[in-house]
T-cell receptor, first 113, second 114 residues
Framework: AQSVAQPEDQVNVAEGNPLTVKCTYS??????LFWYVQYPNRGLQFLLKYITGDNLVKGSYGFEAEFNKSQTSFHLKKPSALVSDSALYFC???????????FGQGTELSVKP | DAGVTQSPTHLIKTRGQQVTLRCSPISGHKSVSWYQQVLGQGPQFIFQYYEKEERGRGNFPDRFSARQFPNYSSELNVNALLLGDSALYLCASSLWGGERTEAFFGQGTRLTVV
């Protein structure tokens, strides 16, 4: 069965510093991986996806993610964090039947000035 | 461009009542999915519809049902509400139901059962 894990409940970063939000996955076939961000009392916003090809995927708002097949990881990164990046981040994988998204528990990112 | 729209945004119901949540997908999108997000957790899949047919169902009781209309909008119905049904209900639309397509989410309906 497909699954993702986000090992950190919370990540704290100073504004201007690089940030990393970790995600590991377990799949039975090809991994189709996604990152979403959720601001308080809002729905999820799509950031980026990995389907195939380059291991470094670029997305919205300056975010990127690095796919690593040997480590079964898909970490979200940004070179310089903004206070406005503070939010809840979810990693997700598509079910191997192509339907549902399976989400991790989420990581709360806090960026301090 | 209009995104995924859900109504209502907030709802308070009493235990045992029934509720209907509504979703309009992005224009041109034919697949709609519903998710339940309990506070402090990731969204959990409830249903997926594509071209008006149910394509997947999550591990939810039969009190939960849904349908998709010819214009691709969708409704989620929950009968005999329990306190544990209190959650943010999210609707997501995608072009089609395939594994490579990203889903776009609405702002959600916050359901409180008292």
């Amino acid at each position: 069965a497909q699954s993702v894990a986000q090992p950190e409940d919370q990540v704290n970063v100073a504004e201007g510093n690089p940030l990393t939000v970790k995600c590991t996955y377990s799949v039975s076939g090809n991994p189709y991986l996604f990152w979403y961000v959720q601001y308080p009392n809002r729905g999820l916003q799509f950031l980026l996806k990995y389907i195939t090809g380059d291991n470094l995927v670029k997305g919205s708002y300056g975010f990127e993610a690095e796919f690593n097949k040997s480590q079964t990881s898909f970490h979200l990164k940004k070179p310089s964090a903004l206070v406005s990046d503070s939010a809840l981040y979810f990693c997700a994988v598509r079910d191997d039947q192509g339907g549902k998204l399976i989400f991790g528990q989420g990581t709360e990112l806090s960026v301090k000035p | 461009d209009a995104g995924v729209t859900q109504s209502p945004t907030h709802l308070i119901k009493t235990r045992g009542q029934q509720v209907t949540l509504r979703c309009s997908p992005i224009s041109g999108h034919k697949s709609v999915s519903w998710y339940q997000q309990v506070l402090g957790q990731g969204p959990q899949f409830i249903f997926q519809y594509y071209e008006k047919e149910e394509r997947g169902r999550g591990n939810f009781p039969d009190r939960f049902s849904a349908r998709q209309f010819p214009n691709y909008s969708s409704e989620l119905n929950v009968n005999a509400l329990l306190l544990g049904d209190s959650a943010l209900y999210l609707c997501a639309s995608s072009l089609w139901g395939g594994e490579r397509t990203e889903a776009f989410f609405g702002q959600g309906t916050r359901l409180t059962v008292v």
